[in-house]
């Protein structure tokens, strides 16, 4: 059964729509890793009370109903802000009312309490959208009508679900965990990283609203308490009191960011947004005058190699970068980067840096953009699911051209078009012939098989060979195991009318991944541009980051005079 993760996010995550990002990639970070995202979200900061002010001058004391239908907008306001915010960045995900998935509730609209939700609706969504979001903190009445669940009924929503799921729960906040004291007032404060019931009735408040508190304890359902996208947390449950680790003070990982374009522009804007996780030491740009605006430019790609430096971002495309990596690698650091090419260029001299236990090369990015591909066909070769084939649809860009193309627009026409919308390259050459695609193709056959299939060895006919009819092409890649070995093909294609690939548009990118079993698995996601191949990006450095934090944990441990650092449980 597929995981299920239920995250909550309140106005100390989510102030204003600037924070978005933040829990944009803390839903990428469950999804990726194969589970199915449930999102309860609060109003942003302050919207509640001024709603609840404005009630109070509009609706008379017997008119709770329209009351209670009126301060459900914040709520509602959040939750279409971050569909919209998730779909930008090239994931499949859906806003669901609380009438959507019949969350019941019993009281008096102004005060009520959870008691049902439909689980087969919930299901009936998941099988189109992996992501659902929910505006926490209400649901409806016998009669249909909007019921709140009153102050404090957002992580009550939040934990109702994931007990009437058996989901894992996590309160996302502004703080690691719980602490015997503010940490924003003592220095003196120290972390849980376990809690009991006991003691969490008597620490949490207010961080762990009350109410939700109680309905786990009631249910004895564990949940966690963290920041998005940091592994440190609290969990809370039927378990005894544990403290964190006391070690060194934290440090941010230093980062060399190459390139500065599509892609690396939007790493660059949501970096800025990870203080505390990550610092821009250096951006190394062709053209220092032309990024004026931003003040780590460089033109010198020397600076990767200092010390000090903990990472490196490879956004510049192409393979003229492997110099710089290639030293990076070699002196211990990590390299992130969304260039297919690169690494299927190398990949006999890169692969070492792939299966390190300590691994330091990732790049998820590379194929599929926001679409966990990669991702999804590791986990599922570690899970001993024998896989029998792998196709799909892995370039936005001949998605954009063929769509335009089979409307009536010429071929400049069209790769004007996919340009304008920020997935064509300057040079389109090695979408059209199918190269780009040839070069993800190898990387997920060495993904799901283990096996390096090198891009030269795929046959391979691009798009502009197609003759007659341009209508229902799709640019095809399909990697199937043999008893005589891997047979892999990247060709225009016209997929069964009422095939989940054939829904393909545009930039989308569509993958089945097909079982020994029989099953098969569908995955859907935006496959070009800055904003969901940048999330992807995010994505694998978050995963360093908690890689190194599990590293400082144990010399933590290991240390004879431990000082201050947070470990997760």
């Not at 016209?494 to 930039?507: I, N, Y």
Request: charged fraction near 25%.
């Amino acid at each position: 059964m597929t995981q299920i993760d239920v995250l909550k996010f309140g106005s100390s995550v989510l102030r204003s729509p600037e924070d978005l990002p933040v829990a944009v990639d803390e839903i990428y970070r469950r999804w990726r890793s194969g589970s199915r995202v449930l999102a309860v979200v609060s109003a942003l900061e302050g919207v509640t009370d001024q709603l609840i002010k404005d009630a109070e001058s509009l609706f008379a004391a017997s008119e709770s109903g329209a009351t209670a239908a009126y301060i459900a907008q914040g709520e509602q306001r959040t939750a279409a802000l971050l569909s919209a915010s998730l779909m930008r960045c090239g994931m499949s995900a859906r806003m669901v009312e609380p009438r959507d998935i019949g969350l019941i509730a019993e009281g008096t609209p102004l005060e009520s309490t959870p008691v049902s939700v439909d689980v087969t609706a919930l299901e009936r969504f998941w099988n189109r959208y992996p992501i659902l979001i929910l505006p926490g903190f209400y649901g409806v009445d016998s009669d249909g009508s909007t019921a709140l669940f009153g102050r404090g009924g957002s992580d009550l929503s939040a934990l109702f679900l994931a007990s009437e799921l058996g989901a894992s729960c996590r309160l996302l906040k502004d703080v690691s965990g719980v602490y015997d004291a503010d940490p924003a007032s003592s220095k003196l404060a120290h972390r849980f990283t376990a809690l009991s019931w006991k003691t969490a009735v008597k620490v949490s408040g207010p961080l762990i609203q009350a109410k939700g508190l109680r309905h786990a304890q009631f249910r004895a359902v564990p949940f966690c308490v963290g920041r998005p996208n940091e592994e440190a947390c609290t969990l809370v449950g039927n378990i005894q009191d544990e403290w964190a680790a006391l070690g060194f003070a934290h440090r941010p990982l230093r980062a060399v960011l190459l390139g500065c374009g599509v892609v690396g522009r939007g790493v660059y804007e949501i970096l800025k947004r990870y203080p505390r996780t990550f610092e821009i030491a250096h951006v190394v740009v062709r053209d220092v005058d032309e990024h004026f605006d931003i003040p780590e430019r460089t033109s010198d790609i020397r600076v990767a190699a200092i010390n000090s430096i903990d990472v490196i971002v490879e956004c510049f495309g192409g393979t003229a970068a492997y110099p710089a990596i290639e030293t990076a690698l070699a002196a211990g650091k990590f390299v992130v980067t969304a260039n297919k090419a690169l690494v299927a260029a190398h990949w006999a001299e890169l692969s070492p840096y792939v299966h390190a236990i300590d691994r330091q090369l990732w790049y998820s990015a590379a194929v599929g953009g926001a679409l966990p591909a990669l991702e999804t066909l590791r986990a599922l070769k570690v899970s001993k699911k024998s896989i029998v084939e792998v196709r799909g649809i892995i370039n936005g860009t001949c998605g954009v051209v063929l769509d335009a193309r089979a409307e009536g627009k010429t071929r400049r026409e069209a790769i004007a078009l996919a340009k304008e919308q920020g997935f064509s390259e300057a040079d389109p050459t090695r979408d059209l012939s199918g190269q780009d695609s040839a070069d993800k193709l190898a990387l997920m056959i060495e993904a799901a098989f283990g096996q390096w299939l090198p891009p030269e060895s795929i046959a391979v006919r691009g798009i502009d060979g197609i003759t007659g009819e341009l209508k229902g092409y799709k640019l095809m890649a399909r990697a199937r195991k043999t008893e005589e070995g891997i047979v892999a093909s990247v060709a225009p294609e016209v997929p069964p009318p009422t095939g989940f690939l054939r829904e393909t548009k545009g930039a989308e990118n569509r993958i089945e991944i097909e079982l020994k079993s029989g099953e098969v698995i569908r995955l859907n996601g935006q496959g070009a541009g800055r904003w969901p191949t940048a999330v992807s990006v995010l994505g694998d450095l978050h995963e360093v980051a908690r890689l190194v934090e599990s590293r400082r944990c144990v010399e933590a441990h290991n240390s004879p005079e431990p000082a201050a650092l947070s470990c997760a449980p």
